[in-house]
């Protein structure tokens, strides 16, 4: 068969889709992204970013909004990202968030409210601490927080550890992607728990400043910087204590921000 030089128009169309799925997938892996950071991933040009966004624009599967900016604002106009949508990231988490949340609807109703919840969201984790608690206990302290993203990450969470930005002093756990934001939207206990057992793991209280199920882009816990190492055999607790000692660890769910 002949095309005189040209693909047929089904075979442009797939690799249209083709490219636009992967820009998606690039804000999902990486979080709210400037058109200069996709086509640096992707090796795209930034006029070729900019037609597959605006076509995920039309189809509300990208967003775009002001750059959040943690710490010190420098001069200038912040930059435009481009985030996933609600519907944008259904496209790539099927779940059962209705069942989910109808579960812990009933859990509230029939078993004591949100201190119910909250017993359900550690319970839930100290279920998954094993490989956690493991994946810790074998990294050097300066590496505990990469160690976490890497474990979140294969847990789905597409996680990362960067350095804060000035002034702040230590790190930033970031998690692009969460499986259960729109259920953690109605039980922020879900994050809260999850914020807890972090500060467990790493063995110093942490901050969350930005959750999904708020609205935001990326899920961002700062990290200070810290000489204490965590105790080996960290896992969640649910007695007064624990409860006690987390409540440095943020205001969670509720996102501060």
Request: net charge negative; proline share 5%.
């Amino acid at each position: 068969m002949k095309y005189d030089g040209e693909a047929p128009q089904e075979e442009l169309a797939t690799g249209e889709r083709s490219t636009r799925n992967r820009v998606a997938r690039s804000i999902l892996d990486h979080g709210p992204s400037t058109v200069a950071e996709l086509a640096q991933r992707l090796g795209l040009t930034q006029a070729a970013v900019r037609r597959h966004l605006d076509a995920l624009v039309a189809d509300d599967v990208v967003s775009p909004r002001e750059q959040r900016v943690y710490g010190t604002r420098t001069r200038g106009r912040p930059a435009k990202v481009f985030a996933l949508t609600d519907g944008g990231r259904d496209a790539f988490d099927q779940s059962y968030d209705k069942l989910a949340a109808d579960a812990l609807s009933w859990i509230a109703d029939q078993e004591g409210g949100e201190q119910a919840i909250a017993a359900f969201a550690r319970a839930r984790i100290a279920a998954q601490a094993g490989a956690y608690r493991a994946a810790l206990a074998a990294a050097a302290p300066e590496e505990r927080a990469e160690a976490l993203a890497r474990v979140l990450s294969a847990d789905g969470y597409a996680a990362a550890a960067r350095s804060a930005p000035h002034p702040q002093k230590g790190e930033q756990l970031c998690q692009h992607h969460c499986p259960v934001a729109h259920v953690a939207e109605q039980f922020p206990q879900l994050c809260e728990a999850e914020t807890e057992f972090f500060a467990e793991l790493l063995g110093t209280h942490v901050q969350r400043l930005a959750t999904i199920a708020h609205g935001d882009g990326v899920c961002t816990t700062f990290i200070p910087k810290t000489s204490h190492t965590p105790h080996d055999d960290v896992s969640p607790k649910t007695d007064n204590a624990s409860a006690s000692n987390a409540s440095s660890a943020s205001t969670a769910g509720r996102n501060p921000a």
